[in-house]
Every structure is written in structure tokens, then in C-alpha cells.
């Protein structure tokens, strides 16, 4: 066999791989059939003289994909980009609004615009809001017409705008903190909204001497349990887009408008929990406050930066160490803790975890709350400026309780119309509905404590 012969025999070798990589990786690239064509062509003619590797591929279909995103937007929408894996076109509607995606969607390129994505979804270039024969111009692909129907459907625009605003909401749920953590001492799923009723469990004393021989071992017995019931509450809104707003690609109001309603919603939940402190909500065992002087838990002493504050904190954990358990009536011994504080005494609080307080004498309760004052915790719901707390490790004693409708911890993102009819139909209004369904109760008092002052 010849030189030439030998060239002809690698160079087809070369394009055979080539073109099995092609096949493996066009199919899922969701570009239409004459862009891929040019892919083709172009890795063809580019890697003509060696085998080209899986991810230059990916890279030449990536280009081709961002170069139809962008005339897309440019055109103004009125060129329709083809239909993609519903999984990879919802990354790219993800990616869009910085939503984190999948590792295995990262070669995948966020759409270029709102407009974009609406385009490439719903096959609706014109954004009449339902498709539309005459938005195609003479001579285009009947058969891409007919595709049309299929955009109502759950892996178009509506819905893949709705999983992507949950993704956004639930990212901006969980980025804010309003220290409602340290007071969940347990979380459950109620199945339904029939009352959910949670037990306190009390504690055993101690073990008696034994002698199998003359008596067999007695069996503990719990006394007068606490029972506590409730019912889940609902919360939610409507979130409700305009089709002026797609038209006009203004991506920055959805972004802030589902932002906020995340944030807003976590406000909500933080301060569901938070409300039953500040108000002082009735414990049901025996009908008194929670924070009430026969539950040792209330007092009245300012926190301040002097001796006066070391003796407020002196009496708060002493009193928190002295509560009992519940049947036994042995001590807790509660040691961990935290300090809830208003804003107004987070400058004080945080003085009092310091070895010299500004009234210049020794302070035994130094770094009690961290050594960087970890555990002296500001709550923008406590507004009674002299008003603060301590809350024991919630691993140490039950405090509240949260239940979850069905386990749903997060708020959840719906369509409130189907897109063809209601308010999408009569209005050009998009409606999206925002849901979250728990309830918080209060187990115990004994790891809570409150100073109240005028």
C-alpha cells in the first residue's frame, strides 16, 4: 500500500470518528435541523485532518446555539431556534435568571434574554400569546407551525417559568436568616390539616436499687404527659406577570419580584415562630404564658454595660440552670445558650461578652455566648428596645415545633391559570401562585427565658 493510499485510509478514519461524534452529541443539542447541518459542516471541514474531541465539538455546538440566542434577541424574537431536550432548555431558562443548575447541564448556555427564551419555548416569535399562522412568513416550514400546539404544554414557556421562579424563590428563601433556626426544636410533616398533637415526654427519676432474686424489676411509668395541638395555617399570594412585560424583556422585574417574594416569604415564617415569643402565647399544658413568673422564666432587669447588666445575665442563666425536669424535677442543668437581643442592645450585649465591660470591672460572663459573639443573636422582629432573651441549645431541651404540610418545607410556585384561558386569555396576564402551608407551637417553656422592661 502506498503513501496515498495510506492518507486516504486515515483521513477516512478520521471523518468516520468525527461523524459518530456528530451523531452522539447533535440529537441533544436541541438545535434545529439546518443549524446542525452547519455544525456538521463546520466540524467536518475543521478537524479535517485529526480526530476532534467531544468537548470541541460541544464547543462548535455551543457557538451555533449562542449565535442563533443572540440574533434571536436582536430580530426581536422572530426567529424560532428549535425545540431542545425540555431538561436542557429549562438550564438555560435557569441559567438566565442565576439560578444553580445541574453538573451535567454546565456545558448548557443561559438564554440571551427573556424574549429569547419565550421565543425558543413557545414557538410564538410575534408574542401574540397563542399561536398564530400569520407570524410565520410565506414559504416557512408548515410543519414548524404545527409544532405550535405543542407549547401549551407542561415543558413550555409558562411552566418552565414557573420551575424556574421556585428555584430563584426557594435560593432567596434560604439566603436570608432572621435566627429562627435556634428556636426549632423539631420538625415534622403533617400528612393533612386535621390538628397535629405533640407530646411532651417527660423525664424518669432515678434508677432503682434491684435484687431479680427477691423482686422482679418494675416497669417506669410516664406521668401526666403535655399535650399540645394545632392545626396547619396557610400562606400565599399571586404573583401576576403582564405579556408588556415579555414583550419589553424587562428580566430585571421578574428577577426582583420573585427575589422578594422569596424573602418576604421566609420574613413570614421567621416571624410566625418568632410572634409567639413577643406575644407571650398562652402554653397549652396549663393555660399561663409562656413566660410567666411560676414558670421561673420572666423577670425585669435592664442589660446594660456595667454591673447591672453582669448581674442581669448572673440571674437569667441562673434561673435557666434551676428549671427542672418535667415528672423527674431534677435539675436541666442548662449550660449552652443564646442571647436574643433588639438591635437597640446588640452593641451592650455584645460589651457583655467581653472580659472588661465599659464599667471597668471583671465580667465572669465572658465569651458565655462565643468567643466572637456567635451566640448573641439580633432579631429585627424584637422592637421593645429593652426587651431580651436567652434560648437554650435546642438540643438540649424541646422548645417550638414546626410542621410542614405533606413535608413541603419551602413555598412552592404554581400556575394559577391554565395558559389558554383565565386571566392569560382575557388580561395578557400571567399568574403564578405562591404557596406555603406550616404552623409553629411551643413544646416547652423551660428553655426559654425573657427580661421585659419599660
Sequence with gaps: MDGLEMNGLAGNMIAAANRQTLRDELPLSGLPDLAQRQVEKDV????????????????????EKT????????????????????????????KLFAVEVDAKFRDVKPFGSLRAAYTALTGDPEMRGFPSPEGYKLGESFMQWMRLPAAFSSSTFQYALGNTMYRRLVAEYKAVNYGEEYLVSYERNAPDFRPQNSILVGYFSDLPDVNPEILDYTEVTMVDDSQVSYTINQKGAILTITRRTFINDDLKTIQALISRLGRAAKRTFARRGWNLLINNTNWQPDGLPIFHIDHGNLAGVLLTNDATGIGA???????????????????????????????????TARALNQPWPMGGIFNPHAGSFGRNDERIITVPFLTAPRDW????DKNDVELLEVAYLQGQKEPEVLLADNPVVGQMFVADKLQYKIRHEYEWAVIDYRGLYKSMNP
Excluded: C, H
Design 389 to 392: 432573651y436567652l434560648v437554650a
Design 44 to 63: 467536518m471541514r475543521t478537524f479535517a485532518a485529526r480526530v476532534a474531541t467531544t468537548e470541541e465539538v460541544r464547543e462548535r455546538i455551543n457557538a
Design 67 to 94: 449565535f442563533l440566542t443572540e440574533f434571536t434577541a436582536r430580530s426581536g424574537g422572530r426567529v424560532n431556534v428549535g425545540i431542545e431536550q425540555p431538561e436542557r432548555m429549562q438550564a438555560a431558562l435557569d
Design 313 to 347: 445575665l448572673t440571674a437569667a442563666k441562673t434561673a435557666m440552670y434551676a428549671q427542672t425536669e418535667k415528672d423527674s424535677g431534677e435539675v436541666l442543668s442548662l449550660g449552652t445558650m443564646y442571647e436574643m437581643v433588639p438591635r437597640a442592645l446588640q452593641e
